[in-house]
C-alpha cells in the first residue's frame, strides 16, 4: 500500500544459466552412468550392470511375480593359450569375435561380459521360449569352429525353475560350462 493506491511488485529471477547447469549435469551423470555399465572391449554390458539385473530379477521374484528367465553361461576356449602364444591384442580380438557370436545367438537377451573370459546371456521372452535350441546352435557353432580353428565358446544354460536365487542358477549355468568342455 503505497500513497498513490496499492503497488504490484514483481520481481523477477533469471533462472535459465542454472536450468542449463542442472540439465547439463544430469546429462553427464545419465553419460556415466551408462559407461559404468558397459565393458570396453566388447561393448556389452558388464559385470556391474549383471549385478544390478541379478538384483532387480531376484527383488521381482521375492515380490511374488511369475518371472521366467534362463542363463547362458558361455567361456571362450583357449583365451590364455591365444594372448600367450600371440599378445594380448590377438586376445582381445578373440573376446570381440566370441561376444559377436553370442550376441548374434542371443539376438533378443542382454548380454553381459562377467569375466574376462566368460559372457553370460540372460534369455527371457522369445530367447527363453527358445533357450536349448539357441545354446545348441552356438555349440554347434562351436563345434564347426573347433575343426576349422574358429572361436570355440562353451556355453551352460539353466533355467530358473522357481526355487533358486539368480546366483544359483548362474552356478548352475557354470558347472554346465564347465562340465561340456
Known amino acids: 500500500e503505497e500513497q498513490d493506491g496499492p503497488q504490484l511488485i514483481i520481481g523477477v529471477t533469471d533462472i535459465d544459466a542454472q ?3 542442472e540439465q547439463e549435469y544430469e546429462r553427464k551423470l545419465a553419460a556415466a552412468r551408462s559407461r559404468a555399465h558397459l565393458d570396453i572391449l566388447t561393448g556389452v554390458k558388464n559385470k556391474n550392470a549383471y549385478e ?32 600367450e602364444e600371440h599378445g ?36 527371457q521372452g522369445h530367447d527363453y521360449q527358445h533357450a536349448d535350441e539357441l545354446a545348441d546352435e552356438l555349440k554347434e557353432i562351436s563345434r564347426r569352429n573347433r575343426e ?5 565358446i562353451c556355453c551352460g544354460l539353466a ?10 542358477v548362474f552356478e548352475r549355468a557354470d558347472r554346465l560350462c564347465r562340465e561340456e568342455k
Not at 148 to 152: A, C, I, Q, R, Y
Not at 159 to 168: L, Q
Request: charged residues 20%.
Open 19 to 21: 536450468v542449463k547447469r
Open 52 to 83: 544390478n539385473m541379478s538384483h532387480n530379477l531376484d527383488r521381482q521374484v521375492e515380490g511374488g511375480q511369475d518371472v521366467h528367465y534362463a542363463i547362458a553361461l558361455c567361456r571362450v576356449d583357449g583365451l590364455a593359450e591365444v594372448n
Open 88 to 123: 594380448r591384442e590377438a586376445g582381445d580380438q578373440l573376446i570381440r569375435d566370441a561376444c559377436a557370436i553370442v550376441c548374434n545367438v542371443f539376438k533378443h537377451s542382454p548380454v553381459f561380459r562377467v569375466a574376462g573370459d566368460q559372457f553370460a546371456a540372460v534369455a
Open 148 to 152: 576349422s580353428g574358429g572361436v570355440v
Open 159 to 168: 533355467k530358473y525353475d522357481g526355487t533358486a536365487s539368480v546366483a544359483s
